[in-house]
């Protein structure tokens, strides 16, 4: 092996020129792997932040109400149009079971209890439509990090301490320490002091959430003892779906995952993903012709020096295993290189780009990188190889 090595090395030495070139034509693409991939994690990264940073990765809920229709004998034609029930605010039923049952579930991190409805938040003559969000704090918050996104005040919820939007806040003239009456659709109401403002970075949403402990909201909505969620994360946010229908079948509840309730969105990760893959696909494609061009063009140009060592005694497998090295030393250096110089377009990107969202650097995509390019090396060396290893000693002693 250690002649082989020689040789391959004194073959790249020699053709100096063309080594570097094609070592720089593979930094070139791996730099644009390292680069993009890190690029577009990133982005996902954020996409994904931003958009389960206000909402639990699972919601089980209560099962739809069905219109009730009586069954008709076997073989007639039912002609009867029903209409769909009206879905009123119901509680999960036996839901501190179900709750013990969901958080020993593997896949699940976290479950809380939640309970929701609408309302309307009135000061003076202002009225506004909420979402009321009755939550247990101590839970909630390791399903949706509510506590980090306090702008005034702190994070306290109880029997008369509420949290507001800040845009509801401006709508309504609150700061903290004012009080706010907020009626239920039943009918019940209750004044409340403004304990905190918060902002989850969803206009809407900080306009119409408002938090409160889970017994205020319970008799505010006319459910006591109820509550109209359960709230989960997962430790895989990919794989909340299939969490999800297990669920289903084993409560018989309504789970709906993000990647139902966000349909369009998991669509763009997707399509994201799959151009990403693309673009690796072909710059390794690219690189690997350039190899194979490359290392073609020294098979000839060297063709009378592999005569002399086949007549020498080296074998088919030696002449080979020289080709395939220079194709996996090229490849090895060059994406080694354009490893190195990919983080640092990350890193210039991170530091003196438009400063959206940060762009990790993996230590896993650049060992990828690395292999992928040397792997495309050995692959596109290996029709010169074996061309150099057909040669006839006689033929290529005589060839000028």
């Not at 009586?70 to 119901?90: E, I, M």
């Not at 994070?155 to 239920?184: C, H, T």
């Amino acid at each position: 092996m250690g002649l082989t090595w020689r040789i391959a090395y004194n073959f790249l030495r020699d053709g100096r020129a063309q080594t570097i070139l094609i070592i720089v034509g593979v930094a070139v693409g791996a730099a644009v792997i390292v680069f993009i991939t890190a690029l577009v994690n990133g982005l996902q990264g954020n996409i994904v932040q931003r958009t389960l940073g206000t909402q639990a990765h699972i919601v089980v809920s209560s099962p739809d109400l069905q219109p009730l229709v009586s069954p008709v004998p076997s073989g007639t034609v039912d002609l009867r149009a029903a209409d769909a029930r009206p879905q009123r605010l119901r509680s999960v039923n036996n839901w501190p079971g179900v709750l013990d049952v969901l958080r020993q579930l593997a896949g699940v991190t976290a479950a809380s209890p939640i309970i929701t409805g609408p309302a309307f938040a009135q000061r003076g003559a202002a009225v506004r439509a909420v979402a009321v969000i009755g939550i247990v704090p101590q839970q909630y918050v390791r399903v949706i990090p509510v506590d980090k996104d306090i702008v005034q005040g702190r994070f306290e919820v109880g029997a008369s301490q509420i949290l507001i939007g800040n845009r509801l806040a401006q709508d309504l003239g609150l700061r903290v320490g004012d009080k706010l009456r907020v009626q239920g659709a039943s009918g019940g109401s209750q004044v409340f002091d403004i304990a905190g403002i918060f902002s989850l970075g969803v206009r809407d949403l900080d306009q119409r959430y408002l938090y409160m402990g889970l017994k205020p909201a319970q008799a505010l909505l006319g459910l006591p003892g109820g509550v109209t969620e359960i709230d989960l994360t997962v430790h895989d946010i990919f794989d909340a779906e299939s969490i999800a229908a297990r669920i289903s079948r084993l409560t018989g509840l309504k789970s709906e995952s993000w990647m139902t309730t966000n349909g369009q969105l998991l669509n763009a990760l997707r399509s994201q993903s799959l151009s990403s893959g693309l673009i690796r696909f072909f710059v390794a494609l690219s690189v690997a012709f350039g190899i194979a061009s490359v290392l073609a063009v020294s098979v000839v140009q060297r063709t009378r020096e592999i005569g002399i060592l086949r007549a020498m005694g080296a074998t088919r497998r030696r002449i080979l295993a020289v080709f395939l090295l220079e194709g996996a030393a090229v490849g090895f250096a060059g994406s080694v290189l354009g490893a190195a110089a990919g983080a640092g377009m990350v890193w210039a990107f991170n530091n003196y780009g438009p400063a959206l969202f940060y762009v990790p650097v993996p230590f896993a995509l650049v060992v990828e990188s690395v292999v992928l390019a040397t792997f495309a090396g050995v692959v596109a060396a290996a029709l010169p190889a074996m061309r150099a290893a057909r040669l006839d000693p006689v033929v290529a002693i005589r060839y000028v």
